[in-house]
Antibody
Framework: EVHLLESGGGLVQPGKSLRLSCSAS????????MTWVRQAPGKGLDWVSA????????YFADSVKGRFTISRDNLGDTLYLHMDNLRAEDTAVYFC?????????????WGQGTLVSVSS | DIQMTQSPPSLSASVGDKVTITCQASQAIGNFLNWFQQKSGKAPKLLIS???TLETGVPPRFSAGGSGTHFTFTITGLQPEDFATYYC?????????FGGGTRVE
């Protein structure tokens, strides 16, 4: 059974950095692209970033490009999202999700999310 | 980026009702469209992929169709556990944008 567990969320001041982790189990992590999706309080789903299985191709929403970095550790089965220069509008629950193949494939498996709050 | 416009933003329905949600893409996306269900405080659940293919274990009261720019999602015979928010998502090109959601209440 696929299991994804996000961690690293919390309260952070505007302009600061935070790194989220997503620990994966129950599947061959190195074979699948992975994605981060966020959801601001009371709002809809917002695709943030994706990375291919090998980790050499990354994709970002315009709203986070240049501030967020996605990476993965295929030996440790962990996905990361490094967030710099955080803004109030980055406040959201961040979900990691497993793509059913490449970065444009369906998101069938999701973690439960970790809350990031950006506030002074 | 491809914009996905979902309607209505919310709807009121009763158990047993037939509910239909539409999703309009800003450009043609073939059948590269998925539908998700999200209950409060939970992660989204993929219900339908490739515009009309029911995921394993999803009850047949859920159905969907469409291609190009216009898509529909239907629940025939709404059940108590179906009260949730539903989202479409295009998979034609990155970023994989979502519709704004439809709350079924």
């Amino acid at each position: 059974e696929v299991h994804l567990l996000e961690s690293g969320g919390g309260l952070v001041q505007p302009g600061k950095s935070l790194r989220l982790s997503c620990s994966a189990s129950g599947f061959t992590f190195r074979s699948y692209a992975m994605t981060w999706v966020r959801q601001a309080p009371g709002k809809g789903l917002d695709w943030v970033s994706a990375i291919n299985a090998d980790g050499d191709k990354t994709y970002f929403a315009d709203s986070v490009k240049g501030r967020f970095t996605i990476s993965r550790d295929n030996l440790g089965d962990t996905l990361y999202l490094h967030m710099d220069n955080l803004r109030a509008e980055d406040t959201a629950v961040y979900f990691c999700a497993k793509n059913a193949g490449g970065a444009s494939r369906p998101l069938r498996d999701w973690g439960q999310g970790t809350l990031v709050s950006v506030s002074s | 980026d491809i914009q996905m416009t979902q309607s209505p933003p919310s709807l009121s329905a009763s158990v047993g009702d037939k509910v239909t949600i539409t999703c309009q893409a800003s450009q043609a996306i073939g059948n590269f469209l998925n539908w998700f269900q999200q209950k409060s405080g939970k992660a989204p659940k993929l219900l339908i992929s490739d515009a009309s293919t029911l995921e394993t274990g999803v009850p047949p009261r859920f159905s969907a169709g469409g291609s190009g720019t216009h898509f529909t999602f239907t629940i025939t015979g709404l059940q108590p556990e179906d009260f949730a928010t539903y989202y479409c998502q295009q998979l034609f090109t990155l970023p994989l944008t979502f519709g704004g959601g439809t709350r079924v209440e």
